[in-house]
């Protein structure tokens, strides 16, 4: 059974930094592109950041400039350096990958989500 289990949100003031975490388990062959996706009340859920494979990053206009996207390939594990937070940003925070697991064809997988406050 193929995992993506997220850590690290919690409540911040306005200016302040969370790292989030997620870690890919079970029988994975290969990853791919990693992302972030983040969905706040009300809202549809929306893409934040992604990473591929080689390092290249792509960023949501509305979080460039304060977000990093950072993977650790020998640990399975895409990470997300949010800095200057702002209300806005407040939401439950999805991982995101494409990976090809064992017996099965390259397809997405998707973290239970994580859950970032921003207080003003």
């Known amino acids: 059974q193929v995992q993506l289990v997220e850590s690290g949100g919690g409540l911040v003031q306005a200016g302040g930094s969370l790292r989030l975490s997620c870690a890919a388990s079970?029988?994975?062959?290969?990853?791919?592109?990693m992302g972030w996706y983040r969905q706040a009340p009300g809202k549809q859920r929306e893409y934040v950041a992604r990473i591929s494979s080689g390092g290249t990053t792509d960023y949501a206009d509305s979080v460039k400039g304060r977000f990093t996207i950072f993977r650790d390939n020998a640990l399975n594990t895409v990470y997300l350096q949010m800095n200057s937070l702002k209300p806005e940003d407040t939401a439950v925070y999805y991982c995101?990958?494409?990976?090809?697991?064992?017996?099965?064809?390259?397809?997405?997988?998707w973290g239970q989500g994580t859950q970032v406050t921003v207080s003003s």
């Open positions: 079970g029988s994975i062959f290969s990853i791919n592109a």
């Open positions: 995101n990958g494409d990976l090809l697991v064992s017996g099965r064809d390259w397809d997405d997988y």
